[in-house]
C-alpha cells in the first residue's frame, strides 16, 4: 500500500493534468494510473467540450488511451487512480467493473460522487460480485478545489447571456489563482533543485 506521501506525489501529476483540463476550457478534472511495478500506465483530464460529450470524463479518457495503446484491462485494474476530484456514479462504477486497486482523490464530488459524496459505488451492496473499490478522498484538497474555483470563476462565453460573476466568487477566484500559481513557482523551484 502507498504511503500518504506517495499518493500526494502521484496527485502532483493528477493535479497537472486538471492544470491542462482548465487551459483547455474544461472542467479541471484530472488523473493518473499508476501500476505498482510499472509506473504511470495512462493520464486523462476531461474531455467533454471539445469533444461535445458529456461522458469523456479525466477516468474514462485516460482508460480509453492506455486500451488504445495496446494495455489489457488486467493491467489497468493493478492500478491505483490518482483524481482530483471524486468520481462521479458512472466513473466509479467503470472503474469498480474494472477492478481497479485503489482510488485516490483530491476532494469530494458532492453532487455526483461515486465513492461516497453521493452513493457508495465503491463498496455498495448490490453488486456483490464484484470486488469493493478501495477509496481516500482529501488529497491536495485545497488545490483540488481551487482549480475547480478558478474554472467557475470565468465568464461562460458558450452560455446564450454569460452570468456575472458575483463579488465573492471573484474574490474566491483570486485567491484560488495565487494558491494555483504558488504551487506552481513552488513545483518549478523543487524540480530545479532536483537537475
Do not use: W
Not at 60 to 83: H, N, P, S, W
Request: net charge negative.
Amino acid at each position: 500500500m502507498a504511503s500518504e506521501d506517495d499518493d500526494a506525489g502521484c496527485m502532483d501529476d493528477a493535479l497537472a493534468q486538471a492544470q491542462a483540463a482548465l487551459r483547455a476550457s474544461e472542467v479541471p478534472v484530472g488523473c493518473v494510473f499508476v501500476h505498482p511495478r510499472h509506473g504511470v500506465l495512462g493520464r486523462g483530464h476531461n474531455n467533454t467540450v471539445a469533444s461535445c460529450n458529456g461522458t469523456r470524463h479525466a477516468e474514462l479518457e485516460a482508460i480509453d488511451a492506455m486500451l488504445a495503446r495496446g494495455r489489457t484491462a488486467a493491467e489497468i485494474a493493478e492500478c491505483t487512480l490518482y483524481v482530483t476530484v471524486e468520481p462521479c456514479i458512472m466513473c466509479a462504477s467503470a472503474l469498480r467493473q474494472l477492478g481497479v486497486q485503489r482510488v485516490v482523490f483530491g476532494c469530494a464530488n458532492d453532487k455526483f460522487g461515486g465513492c461516497g459524496g453521493v452513493l457508495n459505488i465503491h463498496s455498495d451492496e448490490a453488486s456483490p460480485s464484484l470486488r469493493p473499490l478501495p477509496a481516500r478522498g482529501g488529497v491536495r484538497e485545497a488545490e483540488a478545489i481551487a482549480l475547480l474555483r478558478l474554472f467557475y470563476a470565468q465568464e461562460n462565453q458558450g452560455a446564450p447571456a454569460p452570468q456575472k460573476r458575483t463579488r465573492r466568487q471573484l474574490e474566491l477566484a483570486e485567491a484560488a489563482a495565487a494558491a494555483v500559481h504558488g504551487q506552481q513557482r513552488a513545483s518549478a523551484a523543487a524540480a530545479s533543485t532536483d537537475v
